[in-house]
C-alpha cells in the first residue's frame, strides 16, 4: 500500500496534532510529496476550538498558519480514510487501536516514526498551560521530525505503491518504499536535518574534548554531530591512555572565548570535573547534564555555551538526546539576562581582584536591593 493520507492525532486537536500536521505538510513540499493529504483530529476534541495561540505563534515563525484550524473530534470516518494513523503519544496509541480495531495496524507513534527506531521516551509531550517558550521548542522539535517523516513518507508515496500485500500497513509500505526490512539497523540511519545554524547562516561550530574517561563517548558525539552538519573542532584527547580533563576543558574554552567555536561539549567520567574547569574560564557558563530537561532549561534560562558530560554515568542513547536538546534550545532573554548581567559583574570584579569587597558586596544581596526587579519570578 501507498501513504495518500495521513491522520494525526493527539487529545483536544488544538496544540500537539494541528502543529504536527502543519510541520508534517509543509516538509512534504519540500520533500516532493505535496499530494498527500494530511489531516489532524482529536481524541477527545471539542468540536470548533481554534488553535492555542501559542501554538499560532510558535508555528508562525517558520512561516505557517494555523488560524483557519478548527479542532474536530476523531471519527469512523476520518480513521478509515487514513492510510497512516500518527499518535502523539503511547496512551493515545492504544486508545486508537482500541476504539477503532479495523484500522490498529495503520496506527503508529509520530515520534517513532520520526526516529525510524523504537524510542525508549516516545511520547510528544502536552505543552497545554506552559508557556509560548515550551511551545517554541515542542516547535522545533516537531519540526525537525516532519522532515524525517516525510521523507520516509515520500518515498513510500512515490515509490512504495503496489509493493506490499493489502493487511501489511504502513511499515512494511515505507520499508519496502525505503528498500530495507523494518527490522534493518538501517532503520536508524534516516538523514538528520541540520540544526538551527549559527549567527551569519553559517553551519554551527562546536568544539570538543574529553579525557581518557570520555574518548569512546566523545568519537560518538563527533559523528553524531557531524551527520547532522555541524562543524566540529576536535580538541582531544585522542586516546584511552590516562589524562587530566582541565587540558582539555582548557583548550575547547579557548575556541569558545576566541569566537572559533560556537560552542564546546566537554566529556570526563561524571562530568562534573569539565564543568569546574571550564567554569574557571571568564564567560564560559558551562553545564553538566544528565537528562534532556536540563539541558533545555540551561540554555533557555543560563544561556550556557558548554554542555559537560559524563561518560561514566550516562549512555550514549541519553547524551546524544541531551546534546541535540542543548543545540537546538534558544536562550530565552528578559529576567535571565539580568542574572548573567550579575555573574559578568562577578567575573569582571574578580579579574579586578576586587572579590566580594567591591561593588557586588551590597548590591548582591537581595535584601539590600529592595523592590528589585531581582525580587520576580
Ligand atoms: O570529574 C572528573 C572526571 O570524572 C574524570 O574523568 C575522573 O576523575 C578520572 O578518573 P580516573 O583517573 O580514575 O579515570
Redesign the pocket.
Known amino acids: 500500500m501507498g501513504i495518500d493520507t495521513v491522520l494525526v492525532v493527539c487529545s483536544g486537536n488544538t496544540c500537539r496534532s494541528p502543529m504536527a500536521a502543519a510541520y508534517l505538510r509543509q516538509a512534504l513540499d519540500e520533500a516532493g510529496a505535496p499530494g498527500v493529504r494530511v489531516e489532524s483530529a482529536g481524541l477527545h476534541a471539542v468540536p470548533g476550538l481554534p488553535a492555542a495561540a501559542e501554538a499560532q505563534e510558535a508555528v508562525a515563525r517558520d512561516g505557517l498558519s494555523l488560524a483557519e484550524h478548527r479542532s474536530r473530534p476523531l471519527d469512523e470516518a476520518a480513521v478509515a480514510a487514513a492510510d497512516l494513523i500518527l499518535a502523539m503519544t503511547r496512551a493515545q496509541a492504544d486508545e486508537l487501536r482500541r476504539r477503532f480495531p479495523a484500522v490498529a495496524e495503520r496506527v503508529a507513534l509520530w515520534r517513532e516514526w520520526a526516529a525510524g527506531s523504537p524510542l525508549a521516551d516516545a511520547d510528544v509531550p502536552d505543552p497545554i498551560g506552559q508557556g509560548l517558550a515550551d511551545y517554541q521548542i515542542l516547535a522545533r522539535q516537531l519540526r525537525r521530525e516532519a522532515a524525517m517523516l516525510a521523507r520516509r513518507i515520500a518515498a513510500a508515496a512515490t515509490g512504495g505503491r503496489g509493493t506490499g500485500s493489502e493487511g501489511e500497513g504502513p511499515r512494511a509500505a515505507l520499508d519496502a518504499a525505503e528498500g530495507r526490512s523494518a527490522s534493518s539497523e538501517e532503520a536508524q540511519a534516516i538523514p538528520q536535518p541540520i540544526p538551527a545554524p549559527a549567527a551569519g547562516g553559517r553551519p554551527l561550530r562546536v568544539a570538543i574534548g574529553s ?4 574518548f569512546d563517548l566523545k568519537r560518538e558525539l563527533i559523528a553524531f554531530l557531524e551527520e547532522r552538519g555541524i562543524e566540529v573542532i576536535d580538541v582531544g584527547t585522542h586516546d584511552r591512555a ?1 589524562c587530566d ?1 582541565p587540558d582539555y576543558a582548557r583548550a575547547a574554552c579557548a575556541k569558545v572565548i576566541a569566537g572559533e567555536a560556537d560552542r564546546a561539549v566537554l566529556i ?7 564543568a ?1 574547569a571550564a567554569n574557571k574560564v571568564p564567560g564560559i557558563r558551562a553545564a553538566c547534564c544528565t537528562e534532556p530537561y536540563s539541558a533545555r532549561l540551561t540554555r533557555q534560562d543560563n544561556d550556557s555555551n558548554v554542555l559537560t558530560l ?1 561518560a ?1 554515568v550516562v549512555g550514549p542513547g541519553m547524551a546524544r538526546e541531551i546534546v541535540a536538546t542543548w543545540l537546538e534550545t534558544p536562550f530565552a532573554g528578559g529576567r535571565h539576562q539580568r542574572r548573567l548581567d550579575k555573574i559578568a559583574t562577578m567575573e569582571r570584579e574578580f579579574l579586578q581582584g576586587e572579590g566580594f569587597t567591591g561593588a557586588a558586596g551590597a548590591g548582591a544581596h537581595p535584601q539590600a536591593t529592595p523592590g528589585s526587579p531581582a525580587r520576580e519570578g
Open positions: 579525557d581518557h574517561a570520555g590516562s580533563y570526563c567520567g561524571t562530568g562534573i570535573g569539565m569546574i559524563g561514566r
